[in-house]
Nanobody, 123 residues
Framework: QVQLVESGGGLVQAGESLTLTCTASGRFLSIHMLGWYRQDPGKERERVATISNYGWTTYDDSVKGRFTISRDNTKSTVTLQMNTLKPEDTSVYYC?????????????????WGKGTLVTVSS
């Protein structure tokens, strides 16, 4: 069973930085895409940033230039470095894994989500 666990959320002031880390545990061979999403109450979950197994990255326009996503396949982690945080970045941040290949070499046909970590940015 593969699980994603996020850490690093908390309360910061506007302009400060925060680093989120997601660790994938369990038996698997590879994960094609890892990403960070966020969701506010009553709203749809939205993509923040993604990174492929080859290191290709995408960012939502609202975080370009402020957030950096990276991954360490040896440690099965994906990190989101968030700089110059704004109050509108306040949200619950979720880690997502797509294209999981299990230890038997079988590709999963479903995505995997973590339980989320709360980021609060005060003005």
């Amino acid at each position: 069973q593969v699980q994603l666990v996020e850490s690093g959320g908390g309360l910061v002031q506007a302009g400060e930085s925060l680093t989120l880390t997601c660790t994938a545990s369990g038996r698997f061979l590879s994960i094609h895409m890892l990403g960070w999403y966020r969701q506010d109450p009553g709203k749809e979950r939205e993509r923040v940033a993604t990174i492929s197994n080859y290191g290709w990255t995408t960012y939502d326009d609202s975080v370009k230039g402020r957030f950096t996503i990276s991954r360490d396949n040896t440690k099965s982690t994906v990190t989101l470095q968030m700089n110059t945080l704004k109050p509108e970045d306040t949200s619950v941040y979720y880690c997502k894994a797509e294209g999981v290949v299990d230890a038997d070499g079988q590709p999963w046909n479903t995505d995997l989500w973590g339980k989320g970590t709360l980021v609060t940015v005060s003005s």
